[in-house]
Structures are given as C-alpha cells and as structure tokens.
C-alpha cells in the first residue's frame, strides 16, 4: 500500500446531486455552476474551485476543475500528495 492511500478518501457526492454532471463530457463550465448552486464556495485557485458540501456529518471539501488543467492538476496531486 502506498503512503498517499493510507490518508487519502474520496468522498463520494451527496445523494442529491447529479453524478453525470461530473462526467468528463460535460463541458467544465457547467460543472461549476452546477457546484455553485448546491454548495458553499471556500476558495478559488487558478484552475480549481473549492466549495464545501456534507459526508458522513462533517464538512467535506470538494474541487471543482475550472478547465483542463484543473482537471490534470487534480489527476497529478491524487497520485502524488499525502
């Protein structure tokens, strides 16, 4: 097992909403009006957006990829950060 799978969880989506909007056909700026509708936003970066929704009664941060390199910067960090 390596160190990053020991801290790292992915969270799945709260039950209401819509997992297919997540789908990467769906063009990036409607995922992000999509999040902004249901959830509170905490923070912005150059190519992510991070808003706060609910799992297992905590507070739970997800992000948002704005574009593709968003979407590659979320691919990179999961396989390396711990």
Known sequence: ????ELFL???PLPPDWDKSVFDER?????RVRYAQERADKV???SSRIAFVIPYQGRK???KVSK???GACS???RSI???
């Open 67 to 69: 574009s593709r390199k």
């Open 9 to 11: 969880m992915e969270a």
């Open 1 to 4: 097992m390596k160190l990053n």
């Open 26 to 30: 769906v063009p990036f700026a409607r």
């Open 43 to 45: 923070g912005t970066g």
């Open 80 to 82: 390396h950060s711990v």
């Open 74 to 76: 979320k691919q990179s």
């Open 60 to 62: 739970t941060v997800l």
